[in-house]
């Protein structure tokens, strides 16, 4: 997992938000959806990233709700 940001990961059927690099989950939510909303409420108020990890537990998605390291022209 990346060192800051909330992670959106599957968990036995289910999906949970989790704070990186911690081991407890914040929330367990029967649909992806409903961790996403929870994890983008907390990634906003706390300035992070959002993670959303696919079924496999890869990450296939990202925002960013802080300052972004990356910048770009135009």
């Given at each position: ?49 959002l993670y ?23």
């Amino acid at each position: 997992m990346a060192t800051k940001g909330q992670h959106v990961v599957p968990n036995g059927g289910k999906w949970s938000v989790r704070k990186a690099g911690s081991s407890k989950v914040t929330g367990t939510y029967s649909t992806q959806g409903e961790a996403i909303r929870e994890a983008r409420k907390i990634a906003k108020n706390q300035s992070t990233e959002l993670y959303i990890h696919g079924r496999d537990g890869r990450i296939r998605e990202r925002d960013s709700y802080g300052n972004d390291p990356v910048k770009s022209k135009g």
